[in-house]
């Protein structure tokens, strides 16, 4: 299957800090990927979708001045999250849609950990 | 909102089928039934999905009733590192729809 790649897989910073997150579709081109934020025992919860060529639709209640989301190429979204504080701390994971829709593949998560 | 049903939890020998119930009484004409796991701290593995006719791949099956309105998992011969988190999901198949998750149901599969 398709491959979606993150980086960095795991990350901590001090408060304050901004961290930034990729994610990368290896080997097929996604004009849309979506970012979600997983905290401990829940489930995945989308916060928004990522448009190449285009602003990012967030979900409500996503501070999208706080979660900086930028698709610079049919490959690459990133996530940043701008000054970070603990309760950010969180698994954050991205997805792509393969070309038809029939799939979405996910990247192996990224672990932030804010101190 | 999650527009699926599934049980918080199940449990299933090692070596035996796991039959993973979802149900998805709104779900609209043009929705498929996706199937994703989510192994600890891992992103979430593509399964299975489905419009109304059973699939079948190397992974699992897919039986989905005559209505639509709910559908199961089949994994044939479960093996322990088949514990996971399991979600049904219903969506439209259109480029650019989002995958709304659901509390999954945790599968343990013990020896």
């Known amino acids: 299957g398709a491959v979606v790649s993150q980086h960095p897989s795991r990350v901590i910073c001090k408060s304050g800090t901004s961290v930034k997150i990729e994610c990368r579709s290896l080997d097929f081109q996604a004009t849309t990927m979506f970012w979600y934020r997983q905290f401990p025992k829940q489930s995945l919860m989308l916060m928004a979708t990522s448009n190449e060529g285009s602003k990012a639709t967030y979900e409500q209640g996503v501070e999208k001045d706080k979660f900086l989301i930028n698709h610079a190429s049919l490959t690459l979204s990133t996530l940043t999250v701008t000054s970070a504080h603990p309760e950010d701390s969180s698994f954050y994971i991205c997805s792509a849609p393969t070309t038809g829709g029939n799939e979405q593949f996910f990247g192996p998560g990224t672990r932030l950990t804010v101190l | 909102d999650a527009k699926t049903t599934q049980p918080p939890s199940m449990d299933c020998a090692e070596g035996r089928a796991a039959n993973l119930p979802c149900n998805h009484s709104?779900?609209?004409?043009?929705?498929?039934v996706y199937w994703y796991r989510q192994i600890h701290s891992q992103g979430p593995q593509y399964i299975i999905h489905g419009l109304k006719n059973n699939e079948t791949n190397e992974m699992a099956s897919l039986i989905i009733t005559e209505d639509r309105k709910s559908s199961t998992l089949i994994l044939p011969h479960a093996t322990l590192r088949d514990t996971a988190v399991y979600y049904c999901?219903?969506?439209?198949?259109?480029?650019?729809?989002?995958?709304?998750f659901g509390a999954g149901t945790i599968l343990r599969v013990k020896s």
């Open positions: 709104t779900i609209s004409g043009n929705e498929y």
């Open positions: 999901i219903v969506r439209a198949m259109e480029y650019g729809n989002k995958l709304v």
